[in-house]
């Protein structure tokens, strides 16, 4: 095939020349395995399982049986490019899989990992050999026993440790002492499967056995050297790649053309070139900067765009179609049968000897029973060297799909830690009896853009106390496919949670609110929730409990633009604010960032805002007027309060029907509304001029409450209660989280931006709901939580 093609004028089909069929082929497997894994993320799979299933349906097991299909899409003299650049991407990312692995945890490896990972080896690699000679007596006859019984060893015995991080981090155990025992044992499986990789492909070469064994040799000889002459210079380029400024584009190039170069070597040794970007990737060193950068650049580009290209190869080998008879298919269920008793009956018999408990052990087990893309390199590089057949290749694919594809709803059933009991702390609400107390409070955000308004909002709410205000910024990132993401969860997380680390510097954004710290008497603690959406809402709960917040503040997942307009950030983060809402164990409030103060951070001096507290009644009211009383202390605030008040014989809602107890709960809020109202009045604007309190009567229909408000004129904060006791003030809403004040000034014609409050109820308890979704964390020593102020209870005072 020609390179590129003249064009469809000239009268050529753009698909006969090898560019414009590549440029199709990348396209077509990228949105192939991207919808899939789409479908496939309510169940939690890894990406991996949608690229397996993507390559076999792209193959002859399912589109692939069409000839049209495959001749115009995939035609034969087609291959060699399309593997040669898939393996380009498979050479990168091993080598992104060496930076991943770092030596120094493996030789930190405790013996009860050491001792589970040789055992998970050594049990499914054992049974994989005793498998071979039935394969062999049946479908396989006639190949080279000494390869094949050691290929189906390491087939049954490998564990896909990129593939185990990303679902450990997703369940929340990376960090967790189960996490960290199987990410050790996984890492001594992955160097141990690669030895035994390069013993079957030396074996498999069609010289003598000496020259197997001159391979091996070359092979150990290429390791050696490697360490001693190409890891001294990539630490010398780490060493000159300081934190905090940009590492030489010379580096990078440097090491990339390194990868190339040992692909080079030990392919030419004969034990694939694959060998050669690992052993880089596993000796440039993983301190300092250098290596993060590199992972950052190779990562979107090789597992993004390329690395899908090998999943289509290894699919296009894949026949499921030769799998027939109740033989093939009673050969398959021995293999899958053997691939599970080996490594999860040898891990679990194992762990439990070193005094694993059951339930970890058997979900370690599970874990440690991980296959992937390294399981599929092993089968492609035993199809190619002819060890496998088409039959025999189609089924350990298969057991590959299904072993990894189990793994996440088995350990989700299987392990699902106990709740620690809740904290128990005092000030759960603003509104509390001493308010000289300190006031905590879980700041959370986004991106850089919520965090000018949320620092403005931190500045003018620090009031003048005797005590701190104390705010924990937490970065809210989703857990994505990216390698990255791995270390960044190892660096941001502690026993399963986010956690405030005084030695780590954070990212950009978290150094914005450190530099606001300095300038301040507020004391400000950066940490990072790196966590899948669908159980975001569990690290906010559980950090506001444990850090012991009185108030958690939430982004609103709508996000104003430059032109003014408000863009969503994803449904996912909606749905994250309305779980928050649901389970949290302080007061919530979501904000509808249009820019409180502009889009810069506004110094102590020069805060001066307008802030209006839509006062209706209940207890989500009276929250929010305690939030404007302290933030009335600050200079630069003046303070509208208004209070909207029925006509005689008008309700904003209507009446309890439920009898003399409903009857009596209406009078009681009634009661506590005129208290509040009253101690405001004598405690706040009595010692403060900028605070004004209307009093506004209106009929109860929604049109007289409409115009009140419009006509209040502008103001740079709403604050107003979630659960207002007032009617819909909108025909319409899709955010319930704004209740019916604020979905109604979350609408366009408003420029003010909106704090909606909802007040803890202790009665609710529905904390407890969460009771087997957080996961299990030790109580660590915070020197920045006052044990002193520890009380049993869960209710608060008044204001």
Known sequence: MKATSNGSWQGENPLEASLPLAIVQICLVIVVTRSLAFLLRPLRQPRVIAEIIGGILLGPSALGRSETFLETFFPKMSLTVLDTLANIGLLYFLFLVGLELDLRAIRRTGKRAFIIAIAGISLPFIMGIGTSFVLRNTIAKGVAEAPFLVFMGVAL??????????????LKLLTTDLGRMAM?????????????????????????????????????????????????????????????????????????????????????????????????????????????????????????????????????????????????????????????????????????????????????????????????IVLNIGKDRKVLNDETFAILVLMALFTTFITTPLVMTIFKPARRAATPYKHRTIQRNDPDSEFRVLACFHGSRNIPTMINLVESSRGTRKHRLTVYAMHLMELSERSSAISMVHKARLNGLPFWNRKHNGDQLEVAFQAYQQLSNVTVRPMTAISDLYSMHEDIVTSAEQKRAALVVLPFHRIRQFDGSMDSVGHGYQLVNQRVLRYAPCSVGILVDRGLGGSAQVCASEVSYTVAVLYFGGGDDRET??????????????????????????????????????????????????????????????????????????????????????????????????????????DKTDCPELGPVGSYLAQPEFSASVMVISQYDPTADASSLLAEEVADIQDLPEPDTPVAQMDRSRHSGGM
């Open 184 to 376: 050790s044992a996984a890492a001594v499986n992955d160097v141990a499967a690669w030895i035994l990789l390069a013993l079957a492909i030396a074996l498999s070469g069609a010289g003598s056995m000496l020259v197997s064994l001159w391979v091996l040799l070359s092979g150990a000889a290429f390791v050696v050297a490697a360490a001693l002459f190409l890891r001294p210079a990539l630490a010398w380029m780490a060493r000159r790649s300081p934190e905090g400024e940009p590492v030489k584009e010379l580096y990078i190039c440097a090491t990339l053309v390194s990868v190339l170069a040992c692909g080079f070597i030990t392919d030419t040794i004969g034990i694939h070139a694959l060998f050669g970007a690992f052993v880089v990737g596993i000796i440039v060193p993983k301190d300092g900067p250098f290596a993060g950068v590199l992972i950052e650049k190779v990562e979107d580009l090789i597992s993004g765009l390329f690395l899908p290209l090998y999943f289509v190869s290894s699919g296009l080998k894949t026949n499921v179609a030769t799998i027939k008879g109740g033989r093939s298919w009673g050969l398959l269920l021995l293999v899958i049968t053997t691939a599970c008793l080996g490594k999860v009956g040898g891990t679990v018999i194992t762990s439990l000897l070193v005094n694993v408990p059951v339930r970890e052990a058997l979900t370690l087990g599970f874990l440690m029973n991980t296959k992937g893309l390294v399981e599929l």
């Open 625 to 730: 007027l305690a939030y404007g009383a302290r933030m009335a202390e600050h200079p630069g605030i003046e303070l509208t309060v208004m209070q909207f008040v029925p006509q005689p014989g008008h309700h904003f809602v209507q009446p309890s029907s439920e009898g003399s107890m409903g009857r009596a709960t209406d009078a009681s809020e009634r009661l506590a509304d005129e208290t509040c109202i009253t101690e405001f009045q004598a405690k706040v604007m009595g010692a403060n001029r900028s605070v004004k309190y209307v009093e506004k009567v209106v009929g109860g229909g929604k049109a007289e409450i409409v115009a009140a408000i419009k006509a209040m004129g502008k103001f740079n904060l709403f604050l107003v209660g979630h659960a207002s006791r007032v009617m819909p003030l909108t």
């Open 157 to 170: 015995s490998i564990t896909a440790f990129p593939v185990l991080a990303r679902i450990l981090a997703e």
